[in-house]
């Protein structure tokens, strides 16, 4: 083997390094995600250039450098790749506690409504807050969710819902690639999330707006076009017209599908080559098969179902159909404010009849099927260095100890957070007793 | 007003001050529970001397002395009672990790009891741990606990089920009254756990053992006596004649009640005057109404629902029948592994129909007096200086705003963790611009 490049980076003394990457590769893995037992892992520059056991590193060429690398001890703990949330609205003003409180109280979401909540007190917070307002703002988001384990995470538009706002929120997320210290975002244009009041009485010019004007507008800035194809929002017709129109424009496809009502949303990604079909509570045998011949990853929510004392969807169906599945938090205002995607693997193993590998497959290598991303979501020579650092020995506790953050650092692009302290040489890297 | 006494702590600023004993204290409040805006809050020693608006502050007199206050601005955050879990068994080693995820990988519970799982594991775990590995594991615990705004802790026995762990258990539960920078733990005798397995042939023998051996050497160490009362563990005639010599020994009494089964555990409560009656899940109408007019308190417990997928309790149906409910932890290693109390108000409000003001009171109020504790759960001159500290602007985020740890520190008997920062005078306690 010839030697390697030097190393930016090296963790050392890992109980349990989680590759994601097992012999069994099938949606319905309950077996091997790939564990190597007292593991070490090199990286250089945002990549990985070398994993396996401990005992291997001291056998591998480095070519030489003047700068040392940055040394990390694992403490022979758990690393696994760094958790992606692919479904989050990130970026929004003002928060929904008030409601969320009146509705766990006994009122109805009618009532809410009169009240001025809802979505639309989120998209009127929104629109009236400034640009830099909401960088802040999803910038502590950004924080907690890296605090948590999270070093990829989606971020749609949607609570803007006129020219102006929703071009400012897209910004928003695709200002955060210049911030590499935070989670990676992949920024999705959901202008139709749901019609504005201002369009309720031609609901048909929102559609050619979000379709003719600002689907080419903001081609190349958002990665994916998104729809919600509900009874309230969007039909299955609008849903097909937009999401033609932002394929040909080169966007990737997702789809709100299935969430409140049968829509059709999940059979209408599959014919249209979607990425991931996102909810899916209420979808049918049928739709499950449709999506799993057309490899469309089905992204989960549990945090909605928490939120909104609703039945949690049963993940076991869809693997049981041959469906990939995610687990994303859902992050919004008003059903689901929670930045923990350890929180989404409990729920997906407590209540969605999940088991733990399928479960941190869901918040991985499936999680980065459901972005199209092949470069991370599990671990190996050439990929990105992005990582959890759990301080947990063994990783059956993922799930088992719920409630708290088991998270103590990330890597993500190869660089540590919080940051490794410096050392001086090269040399602390032999390994050590254990 | 005379002169208070010179303070040794100030905490101003602060946004929210809930001193949960608001002018509705029947135990179906769903109103106030006692806020103060832009509050402060005045200790010396261990209790609170003063508590009010902040624009009162600068008109209290507070005698002098040489050594200032420490000084904590609360930044015009929340300010609540410290959170009071009444019901955990702290102190045990071992854990069931790999139990837990083969269940959610569908495997029955005679098949994990058959590998040597389930509570017998814990126990063998538990005697063959040393005295100072049991106060380090529970240390550990503690310091998560607090950390997530916890304050007072129940701590039972149960898990050593013979006469030298059992004190072993209880004697690490009372060591921690020597460290005051960690909750107050309050010691439970749980010997009437489940019959150990030596004791099969002759459960009678065990009963006589609890009874009439260890429930009088133990009298004055542990504060209160609990039974299992459950078929899988100790019928009703087992729990009155444990608890009633309990009683007379000088015990607090509380039961595992109706948890699995209707076991007729909450009337004994309430026959018996038991302090709390905890779990209640299977609970009829007229075991609530006993509980309600003997007063006793009722522990609801959901994060047992969330790890074995079992229904949550109906906290509703409690405080309909006039029944006070107090949400714990049950932090143990087989059916909850969580030591983050505002996971269960999370829980109580999106799944259980508590609203906020009952959530909270249910954690503090209600929970002290399901320990007996008149000292603490509420905020007034001349209780426990105990309280959490929260990053939030508005109570409301609490329980919307979930997964997550939204407390930043505690303070225990007057003492702020983590430590507030040095100040050299007085002075920066006058109100300072928000």
């Not at 319905?28 to 056991?53: F, H, K, Q, Y």
């Not at 076009?225 to 017209?241: H, I, K, N, Y």
């Not at 490899?295 to 469906?323: E, K, Q, W």
């Not at 729920?347 to 991370?376: F, K, N």
């Amino acid at each position: 083997m010839p030697a390697l490049p030097p190393p930016t980076l090296v963790i050392r003394n890992i109980g349990e390094l989680l590759t994601m990457n097992g012999e069994r590769t099938i949606p319905s893995a309950t077996g091997s995600v790939g564990i190597i037992s007292e593991a070490a892992l090199v990286a250089r520059g945002e990549r990985i250039i070398w994993l396996g056991p401990m005992a291997q590193l001291d056998e591998i060429a480095f070519e030489s450098s003047e700068t040392p690398p940055q040394i990390i001890d694992a403490g022979g703990k758990v690393v696994t790749p760094g958790l992606i949330d692919a479904h989050t609205h990130l970026v929004f003003a003002g928060d929904r506690a008030g409601e969320f409180q009146q509705r766990h109280a006994g009122a109805s979401y009618e009532e809410i409504q009169a009240r001025g909540g809802g979505i639309a007190s989120t998209m009127r917070a929104t629109r009236a807050a400034s640009y830099g307002e909401l960088v802040a703002l999803a910038r502590e988001r950004l924080r907690s969710m890296r605090a948590h384990g999270t070093t990829t995470v989606e971020a749609k538009t949607g609570y803007g819902l006129d020219r102006e706002s929703e071009e400012r929120l897209l910004t928003v997320a695709v200002h955060f690639a210049a911030e590499t210290d935070l989670p990676q975002v992949v920024p999705t244009f959901l202008g139709a999330h749901v019609v504005p009041p201002e369009f309720r009485a031609d609901r048909a010019a929102y559609v050619r707006a979000v379709r003719d004007e600002w689907l080419p507008a903001f081609a190349g800035r958002a990665a994916f076009c998104d729809v919600f194809c509900e009874r309230s929002a969007f039909s299955l017709d609008e849903t097909r017209s937009i999401l033609s129109t932002a394929r040909r424009l080169g966007y990737h496809l997702k789809l709100h599908a299935e969430q409140l009502s049968r829509s059709g949303g999940a059979a209408l990604a599959a014919e249209l080559g979607a990425t991931s079909a996102d909810h899916l509570d209420c979808a049918g045998d049928a739709d499950l098969d449709h999506l799993a011949a057309a490899g469309v990853v089905g992204v989960l929510l549990p945090g909605c179902s928490l939120t909104l004392n609703t039945p949690y969807p049963d993940a076991r169906r869809l693997i049981a159909h041959g469906v990939r599945v995610a687990l994303a938090t859902d992050f919004n205002p008003g059903t689901c404010y929670c930045e923990n995607l350890q929180m989404m693997v409990a729920l997906g193993i407590a209540h969605m009849g999940l088991t733990l590998p399928e479960a941190l497959l869901a918040v991985t290598r499936h999680a980065a099927a459901a972005l199209a991303l092949a470069d991370r979501g599990t671990l190996a020579p050439g990929l990105r260095c992005d990582l959890a650092l759990w301080d947990i020995p063994r990783h059956d506790a993922i799930g088992y100890h719920f409630g708290v953050n088991l998270v103590t650092g990330v890597v993500i692009g190869g660089r540590p957070h919080p940051p490794a302290p410096p050392v001086s040489s090269w040399e602390p890297c032999a390994p050590s007793s254990r």
